[in-house]
Structure formats: structure tokens, C-alpha cells
């Protein structure tokens, strides 16, 4: 089984019909800029036109003044016994969600030996 003899040339046309289109499209268009208007005055009480584009004037301000921190006393850093209890409540907790190591824990209890660290 061989290719089509018709698979060539329509490969080909499509090749081409890509390359024109994008010579079409891609061909250089000269960008004119648009001219600014200079903004013109009116006289006051008149409306504005709803064609005529304003552009607003944007004024940051900052409404809240910046907070003032306060100084931070040093704390204490608690006791490794608090600590080391705080450790050993995680870990039990997680212990007693799986099965095998709750079994584990329980016959641990029982005899009151500690596993080796």
C-alpha cells in the first residue's frame, strides 16, 4: 500500500494556500497616528457632548495614615518538656489512626515498655 497519488498535490495546495493567506494578511499596512485633539474650553453651563471623550483627572490620595506598630515584646520560648509533650500528642494522634500501630500501642501499654529511639 502506497501513498495516493492525489495526497501530493493536495499537501502542496494547502502549503500554497497558507503561504498566500498569510502574504495577504501580513503584508505591510503604513499605521497612521491618530491626531490629538487639543482639549478646548467651553463655556460654563454648558453640557457636554456625549461624543466627546473627557478625560478625567485621576488624583491619588491616601486615605488612612500608615499604622503605627507597636514594639514587640520578646516572649519566652516555653520549656522542651511542653514542647516535647506537644510533639508526642501529634504523633500518638496520628498513631491511633492506623490500625496495626494502635494494636502496637495498646500491647505496648500492656507490658509498659517503651520502643527503642
Not at 499537501?11 to 485633539?37: C, E, K, N, Q, Y
Not at 507597636?70 to 516572649?75: D, G, N, S
Amino acid at each position: 500500500m502506497g501513498i495516493p497519488r492525489w495526497a501530493l498535490p493536495a499537501a502542496l495546495g494547502g502549503v500554497l494556500a497558507f503561504a498566500v493567506t498569510d502574504a495577504v494578511m501580513l503584508r505591510h499596512r503604513p499605521i497612521t497616528p491618530r491626531p490629538r485633539s487639543v482639549p478646548q474650553t467651553r463655556p460654563v453651563g454648558v453640557r457636554p457632548s456625549p461624543f466627546e471623550r473627557v478625560q478625567p483627572e485621576i488624583v491619588r490620595i491616601q486615605m488612612l495614615p500608615a499604622p503605627a506598630m507597636a514594639p514587640v515584646e520578646p516572649t519566652e520560648a516555653p520549656a522542651p518538656e511542653a514542647v516535647e509533650a506537644a510533639r508526642r500528642g501529634r504523633l500518638d494522634r496520628v498513631i491511633s489512626r492506623i490500625p496495626l500501630l494502635r494494636r502496637w500501642m495498646r500491647h505496648r501499654e500492656a507490658v509498659g515498655t517503651e520502643p527503642p529511639r
